[in-house]
C-alpha cells in the first residue's frame, strides 16, 4: 500500500510540473507611440486542463479495484483434519 502511495504522490508531482511548463508566455508589452498594446493574435491555452485530475482520479479507481480483488483472492488456507 505504501508503495501505491508513494507512486501516486510522485504522478501528482510530475505531472504538477508539466502543466506548469505548458502554459503559454504573457503577451509582449504594447507600444508606447501607439498608446496601448498590440494585437499578437489568439492566446494559446495551457494543455494539460484537467489531465492530471484524469490522470490521479484513474489511479486511484485502478488502486481500488486492485485492492478488492486481492481482497477476494486471498484464500484462507484449509485446515487439515486427522
Known amino acids: ?4 502511495i508513494r507512486l501516486f504522490f510522485a504522478t501528482v508531482l510530475i505531472n504538477s510540473g508539466v ?3 505548458a ?4 503577451p509582449p ?5 501607439t498608446g496601448g498594446g498590440g494585437s499578437t493574435g489568439p492566446v494559446g491555452s495551457p494543455i494539460d486542463g484537467g489531465l492530471g485530475i484524469l490522470l490521479a ?8 479495484k ?6 477476494i483472492n486471498v484464500v484462507e488456507p484449509e485446515k487439515k483434519e486427522n
Do not use: V
Open 19 to 21: 502543466s506548469a511548463s
Open 66 to 71: 486492485y485492492y478488492e480483488a486481492r481482497k
Open 57 to 64: 482520479l484513474g489511479m486511484a479507481y485502478g488502486g481500488k
Open 1 to 4: 500500500m505504501k508503495k501505491i
Open 29 to 33: 508589452p504594447g507600444n508606447a507611440k
Open 23 to 26: 502554459q503559454a508566455p504573457p
